[in-house]
């Protein structure tokens, strides 16, 4: 079992950056995939990004308002964490950040696939 803390949120103006981090409890770490996914108010949960177990494989939302190119995601199995470089915030990346972790995962971008979540931290960018 893991249980995932998110950290890192805040109120920033548009063009500004934050990182979010989520740590892990767990020796088992390492062998999960973790996924970044946001939701705004009044909207459905939505992928950002993922990264697999060891590093190898990263992925990144392809939606209209992509956070590719301005959203980095990676990983240290040794301190049991993952973390979402973000930059060139705008207003319409204001939403609660969750972490997300799963085993094996086929489909990364599905939410139904991952099994624990945790508590989510707000970020808010103001223009």
């Known amino acids: 079992q893991v249980q995932l803390v998110e950290s890192g949120g805040g109120l920033v103006q548009a063009g500004g950056s934050l990182r979010l981090s989520c740590a892990a409890s767990g020796r088992t770490f390492s062998t999960y995939d973790i996924g970044w996914f946001r939701q705004a108010p009044g909207k459905e949960r939505d992928f950002v990004a993922a990264?697999?177990?060891?590093?190898?494989?990263?992925?990144?939302?392809d939606y209209a308002d992509s956070v590719k190119g301005r959203f980095t995601i990676s990983r240290d199995n040794f301190r049991n964490s993952v973390y979402l470089q973000m930059n060139s915030l705008k207003p319409e990346d204001t939403a609660v950040y969750y972490c997300a972790a799963g085993l094996g995962l086929r489909s990364k971008v599905r939410a139904v696939e991952y099994d624990y979540w945790g508590q989510g931290t707000q970020v808010t960018v103001s223009s």
């Open positions: 990264v697999t177990e060891k590093g190898r494989n990263i992925y990144y939302a």
